[in-house]
DNA sequence: TAGTGGTCTAGACCACCGT
DNA sequence: CGGTGGTCTAGACCACTAA
């Protein structure tokens, strides 16, 4: 990162200094960067630690407490998890930890959510019960409809796959997924293969597919059960449903998952705290 | 914080060393919480500067490190803005920036949202064009119901403040809202004080009644309109709606607020970043 | 015991802001 | 210009984990 002793200047050895480029960050956020082009190429996987403070900050002869602010941020992106004593690891969806991080559905009678809540981050970690069954209903390989090509930033007609399943929670369908990702992505992906897997998606198409899902958007609405959809999900035809549509990206914001989840939400409710 | 010169112990002059009570925390979250009870207090209020860090690190006897850290943290949970150059203020609802925060419903057509939404936190801010107008259909005080009296922290029976209004957009109906207000913290709040102000409702209570909202936790459920509610919304009996359900919280997590609204979400949507 | 992340300090310099 | 937050360093010690 700079090659002599360097006299506290903040901005010695920039990427691109003096260019037409845009504004050149601090160095703990160049060294987050190629933190992240770490993980992104696969060179620290899921799970694994990634060097210590001290050896990072020895290769990219940055000081420790520099190196200590980059993963700060990715820590706090979720990208990393550090451990007491331990080191530092690549997050993965394995984890009890964080899979429940995208699963914001909960049964209703959980005592926690609005009454207590009384540690801001926290209390999202108590669901646990969340157990619920997944159905593969089809998965068949089609050329992308116009408007899933663009949500995923392929070309109109482009190979996706798509999944339709339900989830059963207390064996009543509660989610109904539309599930679309490119089919460059996941070759070998089958109903099979998705039924037995037992775990979260993510988690599989992180180990079976090196695809690490790193944030999602989300816009919900409240819709009313078509014929097909009402009948899937063992509703009248009209109930309102609670329609969930992800966009979910891996490293550098590309997007690989769209999915549309149809949500009976008379025994649960979608959770989200605002701060 | 400290009397003698310290040998980097890491824990000399910690609140009730030695008792019983839980696992004693670090010099930056005690100096954290001694700030945030300066907010609470009043003693820096929304909008005003803080003391600089160099002051509040003589103040408490530490480095301007440990403050540093400390304000981090409350920067990170949106009790404090940093502006570079000028000094750390105490966060405002009446602030363009901040004022958008618990406001997730957006009208569909935004080009942003799930399509772009390049920067994690960033893409948020865009929302501006969201001018609903405000009319409010009553404000009376009552006895709290139990199940108000128990998201309150009130006892059964206690006085409650109850705001009904009506957010249009483009001259349509889109949501309703039912808010549910301690009446000791809003003692003069009324139908006329409501409609007269201009801004958030949010800026009134801290403004007027000196009641900042902090954070706040979100239950959303889809469901068919009432016959009431269908009128006054102007749809038909049986529609989904998105009923969003929130408590709000002030300082030391105290609750202050339960509102439930009931969006019409044909042209609007609910707005969720995950990571 | 050795190695890791976590805390705290002290001091330097930078970028930005208002006067 | 002086003051503020922002970056970076170097070094000390602590708490925790595993061997």
Redesign the pocket.
């Known amino acids: 990162?700079?090659d002599a002793?360097?006299?506290?200047?903040?901005?010695?050895g920039r990427t691109g200094a003096g260019e037409a480029g845009p504004?050149f960050?601090?160095?703990?956020?160049?060294?987050r960067e190629l933190l992240v082009r770490g993980l992104q190429s696969g060179e620290w996987k899921p799970g694994e630690?990634?060097?210590?403070?001290?050896?990072?900050?020895a290769r990219y002869?940055?000081?420790?407490?520099?190196?200590?602010?980059?993963?700060?941020e990715l820590?706090a992106a979720n990208l990393v998890v550090?451990?007491?004593?331990?080191?530092?690891f690549v997050a993965s969806h394995r984890e009890v930890r964080t899979q429940f991080r995208f699963l914001r559905l909960r049964p209703d009678d959980t005592a926690a959510d609005v009454a207590d809540a009384a540690q801001p981050g926290v209390a999202s970690e108590s669901g646990q019960g969340m157990v619920m069954t997944s159905r593969v209903l089809e998965c068949r390989r089609l050329r992308a409809p116009s408007e899933v090509a663009r949500a995923l930033a392929l070309r109109s007609g482009e190979a996706v796959v798509l999944i339709r399943r339900i989830l059963e929670a207390d064996g009543r369908p509660t989610v109904l997924d539309e599930i679309w990702l490119p089919g460059s992505r996941f070759r070998g992906l089958s109903a099979e293969r998705v039924d037995a897997w037992h775990g979260p998606l993510y988690a599989l198409f992180e180990t079976e597919f090196g695809t690490r899902m790193i944030r999602a958007a989300e816009r919900l609405k409240a819709i009313a059960a078509d014929r097909a959809r009402a009948r899937t999900l063992q509703v009248a035809e009209g109930s309102p449903l609670l329609l969930v549509e992800r966009v979910s990206r891996t490293y550098a914001d590309q997007p690989v998952e769209l999915r549309r989840g149809y949500c009976v939400t008379d025994r649960h409710h979608y959770y989200n705290e605002l701060s």
């Open positions: 990162m700079n002793p360097r006299p506290g200047r903040a901005d010695a504004t960050a601090p160095l703990y956020r160049q060294i630690a990634i060097p210590s403070e001290v050896e990072l900050a002869r940055v000081s420790q407490g520099t190196v200590r602010k980059a993963i700060d820590a550090r451990r007491q004593g331990r080191g530092t």
